[in-house]
């Protein structure tokens, strides 16, 4: 009778050790690669800072056809060339030029803002939340596209 | 001292749970989103100049805050 009584205390603190154990283990393994994956948006990776660079040297070109009304922001988080009359006729090629290479980046930018967070579903998501800021960013005088059309804000 | 391990299997039990629940991003962060958009068309718009020259140049420009 007290030797199965022994017995059974010891198994019990042998299984309680090995629960411990165990948790310690989970612990330790769970805690280190989540602690990095926090609720936030990465966009200091490389390829994010090349872009945003690329495009931050191109707004300068771009700068006086966004003024003009020449080159509005899309909905889709783009830009397009709204009014080529607007634009010299020696211009235009260059204009056009310009817009689809900041197109290109800005495809870019939302797919690596995705890809460097892990969730390359996302790409939709971060392209309409960019849509929304640059829209809502524009200074007085740029066109913006919204449901209903081109707007001048 | 199984009373006391008890006590140590809970006190681990939500150090596992929390980091799980919080951290799995299944849902976009929208709020985070933002954030992170208005950073970069301040940078690509350089909107914000003299916060960006800052680290550049940080005994030129170095505002009384």
């Known amino acids: 009778m007290n030797a199965i009584k022994i017995k059974t205390m010891s198994q019990n603190r042998l299984n309680l050790n090995f629960l411990i154990a165990a948790f310690m283990f989970l612990a330790i393994g769970l805690f280190s690669p989540f602690a990095h994956a926090a609720a936030d948006i990465e966009i200091n990776t490389p390829a994010v800072s090349a872009i945003k660079n690329s495009m931050q040297a191109r707004h300068t070109q771009l700068e006086p056809f966004y003024a003009s009304g020449a080159v509005g922001l899309t909905r889709d988080g783009l830009v397009s060339v709204r009014d080529a009359n607007a634009v010299a006729l020696s211009q235009r090629q260059s204009v056009n030029g310009l817009v689809s290479a900041e197109n290109a980046d800005r495809n870019a930018l939302y797919k690596e803002i995705a890809n460097g967070n892990g969730h390359p579903e996302w790409e939709a998501e971060v392209r309409a939340t960019f849509a929304q800021r640059w829209a809502q960013k524009a200074p007085a005088g740029w066109w913006v596209e919204g449901a209903n059309g081109w707007v001048k804000k | ?65």
């Not at chain 2, 992170?36 to 800052?54: E, G, N, T």
């Open chain 2, 1 to 65: 001292m199984n009373k006391w391990k008890i006590a140590l299997l809970i006190a681990l039990l939500p150090m596992l749970l929390l980091p799980a629940c919080v951290t799995i991003n299944i849902y976009f962060p929208a709020a985070a989103a933002e954030k992170a958009a208005d950073k970069i068309i301040d940078d690509v718009w350089q909107l914000k100049q003299p916060k960006d020259k800052a680290p550049d140049a940080p005994d030129a420009t170095t505002p009384a805050k």
